[in-house]
């Protein structure tokens, strides 16, 4: 069974400061691996989604990698802002079944 | 704008008294689900509905029903809700089974005391 952990659980960093936050999952048989964002009170919001065919994917400051054979994920965060406070969720989704999150990894970016 | 709304957005409730939580997306898309959120856990999956009529269970789907007998509405009901279903509830939606894009609601925060 496919199983999602996050290291750190928690983070904090100066504002400026570039951050990788980590995704380990078990098995590597994936159709893809999707990085979002979650603010309190609200839902989850898509931040990238990688393809099991790519190493990578780039929106803005946000650039995720793959590493299938290996079971990783980065998420890795640029010049981080105050405005980057958030849980951050990694999920993966198994061939034939829905997406299998981690427990996340909250962000806080102080000023 | 394209959203998925849930209602009620907090719950206090009490053990045995039946509730049901609303949701409702303005996409036209076939796929909707259920999950819960526990500290440490992740998002987990309840029940999932492909289409109209159509329902299945996820990983957790003891304690919950589920009905889609309209395309856009997808409630998820607890008959007799017990102190262990105090958890954050997310319903979400997507085109179709083999689209990623996945669409969240705001989160139902439930207390069952």
């Known amino acids: 069974k496919q199983e999602v952990t996050q290291i750190p ?22 159709y893809n691996l999707q990085w979002f964002r ?17 190493r990578e994917q780039t929106s803005g400051r946000l650039n995720a990698s793959l590493d299938k054979s290996s079971g990783r994920s980065t998420l890795y965060i640029a010049a981080s802002q105050p405005g980057d406070s958030a849980t951050y969720l990694c999920a993966v ?5 829905n997406f299998v999150f981690g427990p996340g990894t909250r962000l806080s970016v102080l000023p | 704008e394209a959203q998925v709304t849930q209602n009620p957005r907090y719950l206090i409730t009490v053990t045995g008294k039946k509730l049901t939580v609303t949701c409702s997306q303005n996409m036209n898309h076939e796929y909707m ?5 526990d500290p440490g856990l992740g998002l987990r999956q309840i029940y999932y509905s492909m289409n109209v009529e159509v329902t299945d269970k996820g990983d957790v789907p003891e304690g919950y029903k589920v009905s889609r007998k309209e395309k856009r509405n997808f409630p998820l009901i607890l008959e007799s809700p017990s102190p262990n279903q105090t958890s954050l509830y997310f319903c979400a939606s997507r085109l179709d089974p083999a689209t990623y894009e996945q669409y969240f609601g705001p989160g139902t925060r439930l207390t069952v005391t």
């Open chain 1, 9 to 30: 659980a928690a983070l904090s960093v100066p504002e400026g400061e570039n951050l990788v936050l980590n995704c380990s999952f078990t098995d590597s048989a994936i």
């Open chain 1, 38 to 54: 979650q603010d309190p009170g609200k839902g989850l919001t898509s931040l990238l989604l990688i393809q099991s065919s790519q």
């Open chain 1, 93 to 97: 989704r198994p061939p034939g079944q």
């Open chain 2, 33 to 37: 689900s259920w999950y819960r959120q």
